[in-house]
């Protein structure tokens, strides 16, 4: 049901708030450059430190602008069963195409327990759910038994599969067939996984360089290995460089260097500074020619 490259979009802030300007913006900068979807309010969006309201308003405005072009697929998990049915419900109304579902964080529930979390959320909505398998932040891994029985679940679709293991992705594709999608939660791991029966990446480098991952996905889905192996050798120090510190707080200076929002950052995310920034200027300055152009942005 889903495949290409997503990005995993920053929230913009300006003065505490979220610059619904700045994001039109850039849901406009994704389109232009050959994005495949849209992920809102994940991780790199900060969601953790928004309330409800803003992450309405932040689905309500992607939703608004993509206008159907490409899908939107919001973050609406929780480590809360009743937290993510709420917010997915929330998401449907705000007229998303999909929600993302992470694994329940600090609770770390058994395997049987997370089937049943996110089954209820499926139960509860009509809304196509991608889980996110990513126990370096939730300290809890979706077992591939567990989510080939997820996949018999009509509206659980496919993973955002970021455990850096292709033991896990192989035994995901093989338990799971060929109809569940699997989306790299990795940006420097999109290519083997994508070697492995993947259909594409819910990526961060996205959010600066739209136009060249979605060429490397593009590739890899045409069979063209040889081209999407060049593209994700180029692409690497990019993706190396922007988690040199916790994500997002890299790509979005990275974002706001590019003039596509400010680099205000909610706390516990604080700004880039010293070695790790100019790193990461030096970075964008040997890879222009995978970002856009000034006129570009």
């Known amino acids: 049901m889903f495949s290409g490259a997503f990005t ?13 300007e700045a994001l039109e913006g850039m849901v406009e900068f ?36 993509a206008n159907g072009r490409v899908p939107v697929i919001a973050g609406s998990g ?24 992470v694994a329940p964080y600090y609770n770390k529930p058994t395997q049987e327990g997370l089937y049943r979390h996110f089954a209820a959320i499926a139960e509860s909505t009509s ?48 338990l799971c067939g060929e109809e569940f ?13 994508m070697a492995l029966g993947g259909v594409g990446v819910i990526s961060v480098s996205s959010n600066v360089a739209p136009g ?21 050798y180029e692409l690497l120090p990019l993706f190396r460089a922007l988690f040199v510190e916790t ?16 680099d205000e950052m909610r706390l516990p995310m604080v700004p880039m500074e010293g070695e790790n920034l100019r790193h990461l200027q030096e970075t964008l300055d040997a890879a222009t020619h995978l970002l856009p152009t000034p006129e570009e942005v």
Request: aromatic share 2%.
């Open 8 to 20: 995993a979009l920053v929230t913009p802030f300006r003065n505490g708030e979220v610059d619904v």
């Open 30 to 65: 994704q389109i232009k450059n050959g994005i495949h979807g849209l992920v809102p309010c994940g991780t790199t969006g900060e969601t953790p430190a928004m309330s409800e309201a803003e992450d309405r308003v932040v689905i309500e405005t992607v939703v608004r602008v």
């Open 78 to 101: 929780s480590n809360s069963t009743d937290m993510a049915i709420k917010y997915t419900r929330m998401a449907e109304e705000a007229g998303a195409d999909g929600s993302l579902q």
């Open 127 to 174: 809304l196509p759910l991608v889980l996110y398998n990513i126990p370096g932040r939730t300290s809890v891994t979706i077992e591939a038994q567990t989510m080939a029985r997820l996949a018999e679940v009509p509206n659980i679709v496919g993973v955002k599969e970021s455990t850096l293991s292709m033991n896990m992705a192989s035994d995901i594709r093989r």
């Open 181 to 193: 999608d699997i989306l790299s939660g990795d940006d420097p791991v999109t290519l083997p996984l």
């Open 212 to 232: 060249a991952v979605s060429d490397m996905v593009n590739a890899l889905l045409e069979g063209d290995f040889e081209r999407g192996r060049e593209l994700h």
């Open 247 to 262: 994500n997002p707080i890299p790509v979005k200076t990275a974002a706001s260097i590019l003039g596509l929002c400010s």
